[in-house]
């Protein structure tokens, strides 16, 4: 089966840090995306590692181990408007290409 | 910037009717999908679409669901005979394919409730 995990909610205060992670169990494996969806939106592509290793953008970075089947987001410096849900993705490309979706994480940020 | 647009962004249906949820997707992409959010529930991927055909679908997309891309810039989701639990926020998104083709663009989505 194919399976993603990821701690439901998430609280926190403005100018803190906090981590979401995702541990992953899929037949296929490309990389791993991380999307951020507010209440009554779509969701927004947020990062993708392919690769073992930190990506960072701005107060957002992403970090993935294939063998451990493991990968986090980690937030900086939260601002209010970072309250949201986030979800870790498997992207599978190739021939069968579909992204497989976490449950989703809600973050409240509180003043 | 390019987007992803939708229509209708509502839709109300009546068990056992058809609906049509259209898309126009970025106009250089590739690759077409769509989703669907039940409230307060995870993304459900349903079907990727590639060059005129599906590349992909889940066990959600039987045959109650059939895709069609009809013209250049339309990208359309069909649902027979609708039931209750068809009640969801659908979703498409697109993505340009080539090395950058793990980003997908979603557009806003459509609401649809089925009484």
């Known amino acids: 089966g194919q399976s993603l995990e990821q701690p439901s909610e998430v609280t926190a205060v403005e100018g803190a840090i906090v981590q979401i992670n995702c541990t992953y169990q899929?037949?296929?494996?490309?990389?791993l995306s991380w999307y951020q969806q507010h209440d009554g939106g779509a969701p927004t592509f947020l990062s993708y590692?392919?690769l073992d290793g930190l990506e960072e953008t701005g107060r957002f970075s992403s970090f993935l181990s294939r063998s451990d089947s493991y990968g986090y987001l980690l937030l900086q410096e939260l601002q209010m408007k970072d309250s949201a849900s986030y979800f870790c993705?498997?992207?599978?490309?190739?021939?069968?290409?579909?992204?497989?979706w976490g449950l989703g994480t809600s973050l409240a940020v509180n003043p | 910037e390019p987007e992803v647009t939708q229509t209708p962004s509502h839709q109300v249906t009546q068990m056992g009717q058809e609906v049509i949820l259209r898309c126009v997707p970025i106009?250089?992409?590739?690759?077409f999908y769509w989703y669907r959010q039940i409230l307060g529930q995870k993304v459900e991927f349903l079907v990727s679409f590639y060059n005129n055909e599906i590349s992909e679908k889940s066990e959600i997309f039987d045959d109650q669901f059939s895709v069609e891309r009809p013209d250049g810039s339309n990208f359309t989701l069909k649902i027979r005979s609708t039931k209750l639990e068809d009640s969801a926020m659908y979703f498409c998104a697109s993505s340009p394919g080539g090395q950058a083709d793990y980003e997908q663009y979603f557009g806003p989505g459509t609401r649809l409730t089925v009484t």
């Open positions: 993705a498997v992207w599978n490309a190739g021939n069968n290409r579909k992204l497989i």
């Open positions: 106009s250089n992409h590739l690759y």
């Open positions: 899929t037949s296929g494996f490309y990389g």
């Open positions: 590692n392919a």
